[in-house]
């Protein structure tokens, strides 16, 4: 059947071959999950094989088989954990089981992990924020500290906690094959005012328009105050790495991994203090909520 098109103003294109094509396909699908993301999944792909050789259980995911994998991890791990690992697993094994998503949406499926939930009932465990004491701490040694490392870890938490950033916002993985070099915050998207400073945070996983967000940090009165020491800090930075492009640079040169941010921390708060990474966030959020700001805002 011959098929008539009205004439349109489309620009002429090359035609590609298929040779180039599905290399081309093959590299967006490799793009389509975060490097963790797809790290997680083939973690919980390899737990859900292992389940079915050891039990002797057909790999093919059907509603029976899938509740009795919830049944058994259920005792080991959170059932919210397991909850996660189906995801990974349906995104894994959908190419070769099809019928996997209808499996998992099944009654017997989701009342198994339903039940699961209301017999394996785990106390929520939160990281204990930082307090504005903590800060007060904090500013008596690094506010008169000339050292890099050090102006830069203070400039980190304080940007932290006043951004509501995730730790993985700030600091580079510390596995290698988790690095996205797009997720690099940069120099030249910083810009400075009497009263703020901003920078364009590059984009994440949660960003599923690609743009980034636009960061920006006001000046307080307070002794927190996050802009002096950003601007100590990013005084420093010019002055060694005048050429380099990324924000947040050491000493030696390389970005602050989490590892790095972590063991300046221990240095203040000892890991039995509960406090991580992640209390920048939580003592930021609590900070707004006593400073009246609505929940939905926050």
């Known amino acids: 059947m011959n098929i008539l098109l009205r004439p349109s103003r489309q620009p002429e294109r090359p035609v590609w071959s298929l040779g180039c094509l599905v290399p081309e396909r093959a590299i967006a699908l490799g793009c389509a999950l975060e490097a963790s993301s797809a790290a997680a999944y083939d973690s919980a792909t390899h737990s859900y094989l292992t389940s079915c050789n050891n039990h002797q259980i057909p790999i093919d995911p059907t509603p029976d088989t899938l509740s009795l994998y919830i049944i058994y991890m259920c005792y080991f791990i959170k059932p919210n954990s397991v909850r996660s690992y189906l995801s990974g697993i349906c995104n894994k094994l959908e190419p070769i089981f099809p019928n996997i998503c209808q499996a998992l949406s099944h009654s017997l499926v989701t ?28 500013h008596v040694i690094y506010s008169i500290s000339l050292e890099h490392d050090d102006l830069l870890f203070f400039a980190m938490i304080l940007t932290g906690f006043h951004g509501l950033l995730h730790f993985g916002e700030l600091a580079w993985p510390d596995k290698i ?31 599923k328009l690609f743009e980034g967000n636009r960061i920006i940090i006001q000046s307080t009165a307070l002794r927190g105050d996050p802009l002096l020491p950003f601007k100590r800090y990013l005084t420093s930075r010019d002055t ?8 947040w640079l050491r000493t030696n040169g390389s970005l602050p991994t989490r590892g790095w941010f972590i063991r300046y921390l221990r240095k203040h708060f000892p890991a039995e203090s509960n ?8 003592c930021g959020a609590t900070a707004l909520a006593e400073a009246g700001i609505p929940l939905h805002i926050i």
């Open 111 to 138: 009342q198994t992990l339903q039940g699961c939930t209301k017999l394996h009932t785990v106390t929520t465990h939160h990281k204990q924020p930082l307090t504005h004491s903590s800060f007060i701490q904090l």
């Open 177 to 207: 094959e988790h690095r996205d070099y797009r997720k690099v915050t940069m120099r030249h998207t910083v810009s400075i005012s009497s009263v703020a400073f901003e920078f364009l945070l590059p984009t994440h996983k949660a960003d």
């Open 240 to 247: 060694l790495f005048r050429l380099r492009p990324e924000l």
């Open 275 to 282: 406090i991580s990474g992640h209390s920048m966030r939580a």
